[in-house]
């Protein structure tokens, strides 16, 4: 089978390339700039934009299953030419703030929930992924701070996450593009441990050896530090999100075990297979 994998640059989309292509499997990887695109040799890429009027017939062409991430814009052309292309299965890659109740009003929230309506009404046979906190976000969030020796400044430490193993995610998505075993309508994706944030602060410290500080800040102090990359109305819905997660354990399912057979990687786990990327001695890009 042939599978067109949107976003391949991306830090799940990345991962299915590789493991379709270990499998033995036919993978498209797709990106609105394969010059900037790195996969394995033999692996076909195809510029792709998902929010494109039309201009989708290379991409998908001769394509059984479409592993799809959420945009901005409008999906709704693409969708209609993988339908008409013949494409059997989509696994869309969506965000638990498309339900959970202090984010799905926000901005996230909206994006993913537009785009799942796209998914469904395309007609097209389909599978919803609601990964967890990506383990990606320590780095992405802390890494800078702890390879500085630096606390780690949390405006809401005590709030409570579910980090999975990015691994975990692409290996269900993986599954549910090759078999139709546990394809159903979606799929909650977990790790298995609920974490407050600074105690997933402790864990990267405890596999570094040393004591990592945390620093609450104020909601007031979050804000003013926001990075210009970021839009003031995603960051304050994240910041409800933590506020609402605050001495509440975060949900836990047992769906990687079930899709994948094994159980789902601690947070531990990850940490040690990345500690390059919180050592003093190693600026690593996020």
């Not at 992405?140 to 630096?150: F, N, V």
């Not at 945390?214 to 910041?239: F, G, K, N, Q």
């Not at 990687?256 to 057979?261: D, H, M, S």
Request: aromatic share 4%; glycine share 8%.
């Amino acid at each position: 089978m042939t599978v067109l994998v949107t976003g391949a640059r991306g830090n799940i989309g990345s991962r299915v390339v590789a493991r379709l292509d270990a499998a033995g499997q036919r993978v498209r990887a797709s990106g609105r700039d394969v010059g900037t695109m790195s996969v394995p040799d033999g692996v076909e890429t195809v510029e792709l934009d998902l929010t494109a009027a039309d201009g989708f017939e290379d991409a998908v062409k001769g394509v059984d299953a479409v592993f799809l991430y959420a945009t901005r814009g409008s999906a709704a052309p693409f969708l209609n030419a993988a339908r008409e292309a013949g494409v059997r299965h989509v696994v869309f890659l969506s965000s638990p703030a498309s339900y959970e109740a202090a984010e799905f009003r926000g901005p996230i929230g909206r994006i993913h929930r537009a785009a799942e309506q796209a998914v469904a009404e395309s007609g097209l046979d389909h599978t919803v992924l609601y990964p967890s906190w990506l383990a990606t976000n320590a780095r992405l969030d802390w890494g800078a701070a702890i390879r500085a020796g630096e606390p780690v400044e949390l405006p809401y430490p005590a709030a409570q996450c579910v980090p999975i193993h990015p691994d975990d995610a692409a290996e269900a998505a993986v599954e549910l593009l090759l078999h139709d075993t546990h394809r159903s309508r979606m799929q909650i994706l977990t790790g298995p441990e609920s974490l407050r944030l600074d105690e997933a602060v402790a864990t990267v410290g405890a596999v570094l050896g040393r004591s990592i500080p945390v620093r609450e800040i104020s909601r007031e102090d979050a804000l003013a530090r926001r990075e210009a990359w970021m839009r003031p109305e995603i960051l304050e819905s994240l910041l409800d999100s933590a506020a609402a997660s605050v001495g509440r354990p975060a949900p836990l399912t047992n769906t990687v075990e079930r899709i994948t057979g094994r159980p789902a990687r601690p947070l531990r786990e990850w940490v040690v297979e990345n500690r390059a990327g919180f050592d003093r001695e190693t600026d690593l890009p996020l």
